[in-house]
């Protein structure tokens, strides 16, 4: 079974997902903080493999990627981390990128390493429903690989049912008109789109993403939804830490209560 | 082969709507009505009388007798350079605009690189009494003065893009999430034929009023309506698909895109994507690119601002892969020089984008007594400092 159906099998509240973005702070760092997220109690990893044009980020996954970059970070080189990273990592893993490098790369011969590695799926912004179930669904099922998609608060019923009939795994709801890390507060009326959305009886769970940043945040998307994922407020903790296990386990901690 | 865009957005193997989840329900109403509006009575009657009585159209299609003379050949030159903020992307504009206003929206956002398409932008917000926001890379604000200014005199707000590389695509990736952050209220006025579909299409056919008018003007003076070439640069490459448009499929038509090749195709300061491109997506749509073997985006070099992108619209693209286009690629230098030629022969001072064109005289083989049709998108006001800064005259 997919490590993210067994979560959400076994956990039905509360799952906390961070994202970091692979050989961030520093090039090595990328299997020491995933460690670290484990260890201090979190459910599910998310990798950001960078990109030098990421549209759907703000300024702080941005920078992100512009210096994971700048250290050196490639597919390449992160599978080249990645290797035997089962014999430490439990986790659901998921890789969240934009498609070009992957498309360079080769999307078969990623799926095919994805497998091997054992990471468990996929976010990829740039990558639209109808795209995905012409051209890549069938590769990515191959794979053994779960697509997660996105809705935002402009997405229709009609196409949330559509996207809720071909996700695998969660369904990963954008909370706000908005691009990660742009608001530390949810608004009146994103709790009614929690609302409308958790009315729906999906057939899969969902996580809220984009402007959860701490415990409180965390404990409100928790009551409308299986949890929250939380990246640029855990990439500005790490961004200047000299400490990282130190800080990550406060974090979280400081996140999960 | 018919060149046209496929119902999902594509020429041939390029296009598509590569976009963010957020950006879905945008895209797909823009996708979903602006045909039927653009062909409606009023869109038509108001969009035709702005291109006459603002934009200053039909421009002249004006046979250039000294150049003629000195290449051999009959060269006429059609006169975007004449139109209202002096180049041709306030045909596109306009004609968005109007639509945006039609779709009910109350803001408009764009990109821009070196300031044209933020000027024809801020024009026509202007002209509408509609809120405006430009982006644009904070190095390009350095570079472009004047035009930043043009732009706030005309009441929009110019916001810098921090990011990456601080130029065009940086711009272009601030104006997206921009339009994320506002999808209900916000029309984003892409300038060139590149973005997710329907924009490539949507912005050539705001464009194709340049070859409509070459193949009427052409009958007027020479008694047919196609040329022997066609010639254009292309930056994104939306002046080329306005002067091709109408060409696409008239295949003794030849059409040649030029591009800026820098220092030198291979110097590594270039942006001749059709020779150093290979097939990715940028910006919403798969096309040839400039990039990294890590599939990371390289920044391009250009002598002129306009030509300066990264990656080509996917119908140029297509037309290159499938050899319809014949593509050129003009340095820094050579532009510069036959920017000098046309100002002497002709008394046109060219922008540095449209003086490319004009060198792809010197590269290319045609016959004596050709009809030549060369796209003169742009006047070189904008540029005097660039001149100034070569001073070769």
């Known amino acids: 079974m997919n490590r993210i159906d067994y979560l959400f099998q076994t956990k039905k509240e509360r799952i906390l997902s961070i994202y970091v973005t692979a050989g961030f702070p520093n090039l090595e760092d990328t299997l020491p903080v995933m460690e670290a997220i484990q260890a201090a109690g979190a459910d599910i990893i998310e990798i950001g493999l960078p990109y030098s044009d990421p549209i759907a980020d703000g300024p702080t996954i941005q920078e992100s990627n512009t210096i994971a970059l700048e250290n050196g970070m490639s597919i390449k080189k992160l599978f080249s981390q990645l290797l035997g990273f089962r014999a430490k990592i439990h986790l659901p893993v998921v890789l969240m990128g934009y498609l070009n490098p992957i498309i360079q790369y080769g999307v078969e011969e990623f799926c095919k390493k994805c497998k091997e590695l054992g990471i468990d799926g996929l976010i990829l912004p740039d990558l639209p429903m109808s795209h995905y179930l012409e051209e890549y669904k069938e590769l990515f099922e191959r794979y053994g690989l779960f697509n997660i998609f996105l809705i935002s608060p402009q997405t229709s019923e009609k196409r949330i049912r559509e996207v809720d009939e071909h996700s695998n795994g969660f369904i990963y709801m954008v909370s706000s008109h908005a691009i990660t890390g742009a608001k530390a507060e949810i608004s009146p009326e994103q709790e009614q789109y929690f609302e409308r959305v958790a009315a729906m009886n999906l057939s899969n769970p969902r996580l809220i993403g984009f402007g959860i940043s701490d415990a409180a945040t965390f404990q409100l998307a928790s009551r409308y939804s299986q949890g929250a994922i939380i990246g640029s407020a855990f990439i500005k903790n790490i961004k200047n830490s000299n400490e990282l296990n130190r800080d990550i386990k406060a974090f979280i901690q400081g996140v999960i209560g | ?393």
């Not at chain 2, 869109?43 to 035709?48: G, L």
């Not at chain 2, 490539?200 to 193949?215: G, L, T």
């Not at chain 2, 391009?300 to 499938?322: C, K, M, N, Q, T």
């Not at chain 2, 920017?339 to 060198?359: M, V």
Request: net charge negative; hydrophobic share 40%.
């Open chain 2, 1 to 393: 082969m018919m060149i046209q865009v496929d119902e999902k957005g594509f020429y041939g193997n390029f296009g598509g709507a590569y976009i963010p989840e957020m950006l879905y329900p945008n895209v797909e109403e823009l996708r979903e009505n602006w045909e039927a509006i653009v062909a409606s009575p009023t869109y038509q009657e108001e969009f035709q009388s702005l291109l006459k009585d603002f934009v200053g159209r039909p421009t002249p299609l004006y046979l250039a007798a000294r150049l003629s003379e000195s290449f051999g050949a009959k060269i006429y030159l059609k006169r975007e350079d004449l139109c209202h903020t002096g180049a041709h992307k306030v045909n596109n504009t306009v004609g968005q605009i109007i639509l945006a206003k039609k779709l009910g929206k109350k803001r408009i956002i764009a990109e821009t690189g070196a300031g044209q398409h933020g000027v024809a932008t801020a024009t026509v917000c202007a002209l509408m009494g509609m809120d405006c926001t430009i982006y644009m890379g904070e190095l390009d604000i350095k570079r472009q003065r004047p035009n930043v200014e043009r732009m706030r005199i005309l009441g929009a707000k110019v916001v810098p893009a921090t990011s990456g590389s601080k130029t065009l695509k940086d711009a272009t990736n601030e104006a997206m999430r921009a339009w994320i952050a506002d999808p209900v209220g916000t029309h984003y006025i892409i300038g060139s034929v590149v973005g997710p579909h329907p924009y490539p299409e949507m912005v050539a056919r705001f464009q194709s009023v340049i070859s409509e008018e070459i193949k009427w003007q052409l009958k007027a003076k020479e008694g047919r309506e196609n040329p022997d070439l066609v010639i254009a640069c292309v930056g994104g490459g939306s002046n080329a698909a306005g002067a091709f448009y109408h060409y696409y499929n008239e295949p003794k038509v030849r059409l040649i895109a030029v591009e800026a090749a820098g220092h030198g195709i291979h110097s590594g300061k270039s942006a001749a994507t059709s020779v150093l491109g290979t097939p990715g997506i940028l910006h919403g749509s798969k096309t040839l690119l400039m990039q990294t073997e890590d599939g990371q985006v390289i920044e391009p070099h250009s002598i002129s601002a306009g030509l300066d992108y990264p990656g080509i619209g996917p119908v140029h693209a297509h037309l290159h892969e499938i050899g319809r286009a014949e593509f050129v690629g003009v340095e820094d230098e050579d532009a510069m020089k036959a920017g000098i030629l046309l100002s002497r022969t002709e008394g046109i001072i060219p922008a540095i984008e449209t003086a490319h064109a004009i060198h792809a005289l010197h590269q290319i083989e045609f016959n004596a007594n050709d009809l030549i049709v060369i796209n003169l998108s742009g006047r070189g006001d904008k540029d005097l400092e660039t001149y100034i800064h070569w001073g070769n005259y």
